[in-house]
């Protein structure tokens, strides 16, 4: 993990579409099958397997059924490649998860007829990749596998492909996605990416401009379909629809939308860095409705999405129990938000990168708080933290220059990895002893690439013998024992 982390330099947005887009699967290549009673059984995931340099040094592979799926190559490569079919005797079959990520100068790949299945995020940010073959003969496509290849202009799905998990061409700049007649999964309808019933709109190229009226008859939108599409100028979805999926606009250029009296799935906040001001809702929709132009669920339980391009202050309604994923993601104009006392979970993501934010009291009802909530929230100053809350997610405040001093309330017996990590200002952090685990780098910054330091001037309020002073004295960290 730290290897891709550090190739790839990625940001927070995409570390966060990474969680959630990962969230969805099982271990990476862990095949699953049958022993003699029935039971099943986990073979080991690729990552857990020997890894193998073939003979002439060039090529990283693993063995899988007795043939050899590429991890990638020793060097970066660059310019044209050609993938081997066959490694050291092996036949090459397959092309595992992250192989080609981030080989930005790479600029056409051949495939071998003898593969059957690509990875997930397998050629993601290969910006320079221009043409790419998939042989008929390739059976599966993994989430996100050409994921920011932004000088792919076209793609063309050949007939044997009868899996692809999401949309595998999601923050792309192609104009088409044509898909082989024969193929009996998939169809394209002017290069547009659906299923072969039509029911399920898959990808719609992200080079696209101007509006689009998505066919009568489409029942599902999919996970990230028109993500990056930034030239969508306006969409129509017809009554029928039944579902969004996560992330389904994020990125475009949406800058209106109506959700229709079907619509009765939305997964992660859809419109996410959409410029919308208002979210539309069919007044008939009997599980959703917009409030002031607020996307919740028709109980007002939930809060969906805020819309990004409003601006100013804005007060969650009382009876809000759940703030979804991603719901206040990237609205840099939200300036103050009040959380009223009936909300008891903030989701994954909830105010990521909303650098207007100077401050934010969490209320005591919150019992939940998931990983990246406040990630990125560069310009703020001060939180109080519900002294009902169990632990602190994984980089919940990560990157939040400007914060200066934390109280942790002693409900609060773990705090996450990289919790608080660059958080370059902070210098006073009182921890309870009800602290018993510190997640790696809660509490540090960043020298170099692999190497990390306790922040500059942070110190901490703790008690005698507590598992704090062992984490500071351990860490370097000056401290001081509470009154």
């Known amino acids: 993990m730290n290897q891709r982390r550090n190739r790839g ?123 790419v073959n998939i042989p008929n003969g390739v059976t599966s496509i993994g989430i996100l596998a050409f994921r920011e290849c932004k000088s792919l202009t076209s793609i063309t799905i050949p007939a044997s492909v009868t899996d692809m998990e999401h949309n595998p061409f999601a923050y792309n700049a192609m104009t088409s996605i044509h898909v082989s007649p024969g193929n009996p999964v998939y169809a394209d309808i002017d290069g547009v990416l659906f299923d072969k019933q039509q029911k399920a709109l898959i990808s ?9 009226i998505i066919p009568e008859g489409v029942l599902h939108i999919y996970h990230s379909a028109f993500t990056d599409a930034a030239g969508l100028t306006g969409v129509t979805i017809p009554d029928g629809v039944i579902s969004i999926g996560n992330h389904a606009f994020e990125g475009s250029g949406l800058t209106s939308v109506t959700i229709p009296a079907s619509v009765t799935s939305i997964g992660s906040n859809p419109f996410m860095l959409c410029p919308l001001s208002h979210i539309g809702v069919s007044p008939d929709n009997p599980i959703f409705q917009q409030l002031d132009g607020v996307l919740l669920d028709k109980q007002q339980r939930r809060l969906v999405a805020y819309p990004m391009a409003r601006e100013g202050t804005y007060t969650i309604p009382e009876g809000v129990q759940h703030i979804g994923d991603i719901a206040f993601a990237y609205c840099h104009n939200l300036t103050g938000v009040t959380i009223p006392a009936s909300v008891t979970s903030i989701g994954l993501g909830a105010f990521m990168s909303c650098t207007g934010l100077t401050s934010i009291t969490i209320p005591n009802s919150v019992t939940s708080i998931d990983d990246h909530a406040f990630n990125y929230c560069t310009g703020l100053t001060s939180v109080t933290i519900s002294n009902s809350l169990p632990s602190i997610g994984y980089k919940a405040f990560n990157r939040c220059y400007e914060l200066i001093s934390v109280t942790i309330p002693n409900s609060v017996t773990s705090i996450g990895e990289e919790a608080f990590y660059l958080c370059s200002n ?22 170099a690439e692999d190497e990390y330091v306790p922040l500059d001037n942070v110190f901490f309020r703790i008690e005698k013998s507590s598992f704090a002073e062992q984490y500071a004295k351990d860490n370097g960290i000056p401290f001081v024992y509470a009154e």
């Open 426 to 447: 902070l210098t006073s952090v009182t921890i309870p002893a009800s602290v018993t685990s510190i997640g790696d780098f809660a509490f540090h910054t960043t020298i």
């Open 204 to 212: 719609y190229p992200g080079g696209r401009e101007g509006p689009y």
């Open 9 to 131: 330099k990625w940001s927070v947005i995409c570390a966060l579409l990474a969680v959630v887009a990962m969230a969805l699967y099982i271990a990476p290549n862990s095949f699953e099958g049958e022993n003699q009673r029935g039971d099943l059984i986990k073979k080991p995931a690729i990552e857990d397997m020997e890894e193998l340099i073939d003979e002439t040094g060039w090529w990283r592979y693993v063995l899988v059924d007795g043939s050899a799926t590429i991890l990638g190559c020793v060097m970066e490569p660059r310019g044209e490649l050609t993938i081997p079919g066959e490694l050291d005797g092996y036949a090459v079959t397959g092309i595992g998860h992250w192989a080609f990520f981030g080989c930005s100068e790479l600029t056409s790949v051949t495939i071998p007829d003898s593969v059957i299945s690509i990875g997930h995020e397998a050629f993601a940010w290969c910006w320079g990749l221009i043409d």
